[in-house]
C-alpha cells in the first residue's frame, strides 16, 4: 500500500502529467508551427512559424528572402499574360501587372487612360450605373462570409442589370507557399461564381486565380484586403 507521501506526490503527477498529453495532441494553428508536419507541403518550420524557404536551396533560381521565395523580377518571373489578369488601374506590361504611363506601352493604336491600357480592336470600357464590389474572406478560407454574401448579392444584380460579362479575379495574402495560394484563390472564385449562379446570373463568368501575386500587405490589416475576389468588367 503507498504512503501518504508517495499518495500526495502521485496526486500532484497526474494532472501535470496529463496537461503535458493534451498539449502535446493539440496541433499548432497554422501558420504556427512546432515540426515541419505542422505546415503545408513544401514548407518548413522556422522559429515556430511555417515558411517557404529556409535557404536559397529551398528556392530553384531565386533566393530566400524572410522566408520566402523571390524570383528575379522581368518577363521571366511568374505574372501576367493578359490585362484582364490585372487589377483595376493597371495593365499587363513585359510580364508585369503595373499602370502603363504612355501609349507607346499599349501597342500599335493603343492609348493608355488612367493607368491602363486601352488595345488597338478591344472593346470599350463597360459603362455602367452600378459599381462592382470586392469580396473577402477570412484567412487560410474560402468559406462565404455574410458580408461576402451580401457583397456577391449586389454584384450579381449589378452584373444582371448590365447584362454583361464579368471576370472573378482571386487573390491571397501572402502566407503560405505560392501553390496552396493559387489553389486557395481559385477555391475562393468557385464559390462567388456558384453564389452567383445559384442568385440567377447567367452572363458569362471567367475565372483568373492570381494566388498572392497582387499582395500588399505587410500586417494582418493589409493581408485582409489581400485576401477576396475582385469582379472586374
Given at each position: 500500500?503507498?504512503s501518504?507521501?508517495?499518495?500526495?506526490?502521485?496526486?500532484?503527477?497526474?494532472p501535470?502529467l496529463?496537461c503535458v498529453?493534451l498539449v502535446?495532441?493539440?496541433?499548432?494553428?497554422?501558420?504556427?508551427?512546432?515540426?515541419?508536419?505542422?505546415c503545408h507541403?513544401?514548407?518548413?518550420?522556422?522559429n515556430?512559424?511555417?515558411q517557404?524557404c529556409?535557404?536559397d536551396?529551398d528556392?530553384p533560381?531565386?533566393k530566400?528572402?524572410?522566408?520566402r521565395?523571390e524570383?528575379?523580377?522581368?518577363p521571366?518571373?511568374?505574372?501576367?499574360?493578359?490585362?484582364?489578369?490585372?487589377p483595376?488601374?493597371?495593365?499587363?506590361?513585359?510580364?508585369?501587372?503595373k499602370?502603363?504611363?504612355?501609349?507607346d506601352?499599349?501597342?500599335?493604336?493603343?492609348k493608355?487612360?488612367?493607368?491602363k491600357?486601352?488595345?488597338a480592336?478591344?472593346?470599350?470600357?463597360?459603362?455602367?450605373?452600378?459599381?462592382?464590389e470586392?469580396?473577402y474572406?477570412?484567412?487560410?478560407?474560402s468559406?462565404l462570409?455574410?458580408?461576402?454574401?451580401?457583397?456577391?448579392d449586389?454584384d450579381?444584380?449589378?452584373?444582371?442589370?448590365?447584362?454583361?460579362?464579368?471576370?472573378?479575379?482571386?487573390?491571397?495574402?501572402?502566407?503560405?507557399?505560392e501553390?496552396?495560394?493559387?489553389?486557395?484563390?481559385d477555391?475562393?472564385?468557385?464559390?462567388?461564381?456558384?453564389?452567383?449562379?445559384?442568385?440567377?446570373?447567367?452572363?458569362?463568368l471567367?475565372?483568373?486565380a492570381?494566388?498572392?501575386l497582387?499582395?500588399?500587405?505587410k500586417?494582418?490589416?493589409?493581408?485582409?484586403?489581400?485576401?477576396?475576389?475582385?469582379?472586374q468588367?
Amino acid at each position: 500500500m503507498p504512503s501518504p507521501r508517495f499518495g500526495g506526490l502521485f496526486q500532484l503527477l497526474v494532472p501535470a502529467l496529463m496537461c503535458v498529453a493534451l498539449v502535446a495532441g493539440c496541433p499548432a494553428k497554422y501558420p504556427k508551427c512546432s515540426n515541419d508536419k505542422d505546415c503545408h507541403e513544401k514548407e518548413f518550420c522556422v522559429n515556430g512559424q511555417c515558411q517557404q524557404c529556409k535557404s536559397d536551396g529551398d528556392c530553384p533560381g531565386g533566393k530566400c528572402n524572410a522566408g520566402r521565395c523571390e524570383q528575379p523580377s522581368g518577363p521571366q518571373s511568374m505574372g501576367c499574360t493578359d490585362d484582364k489578369q490585372c487589377p483595376a488601374g493597371q495593365s499587363c506590361l513585359d510580364g508585369k501587372c503595373k499602370p502603363c504611363v504612355s501609349d507607346d506601352q499599349c501597342g500599335e493604336g493603343g492609348k493608355c487612360n488612367a493607368g491602363k491600357c486601352q488595345r488597338a480592336g478591344s472593346s470599350a470600357p463597360v459603362k455602367a450605373s452600378c459599381t462592382l464590389e470586392p469580396i473577402y474572406f477570412d484567412f487560410n478560407e474560402s468559406v462565404l462570409t455574410t458580408e461576402a454574401t451580401s457583397a456577391i448579392d449586389r454584384d450579381g444584380e449589378c452584373i444582371k442589370k448590365t447584362n454583361h460579362e464579368a471576370t472573378l479575379v482571386g487573390r491571397s495574402d501572402p502566407r503560405g507557399t505560392e501553390e496552396y495560394n493559387l489553389a486557395l484563390s481559385d477555391r475562393r472564385t468557385q464559390q462567388v461564381k456558384g453564389r452567383l449562379n445559384s442568385m440567377g446570373v447567367t452572363q458569362s463568368l471567367k475565372l483568373n486565380a492570381r494566388g498572392e501575386l497582387d499582395a500588399t500587405g505587410k500586417d494582418e490589416a493589409g493581408w485582409a484586403k489581400d485576401r477576396r475576389v475582385d469582379v472586374q468588367w
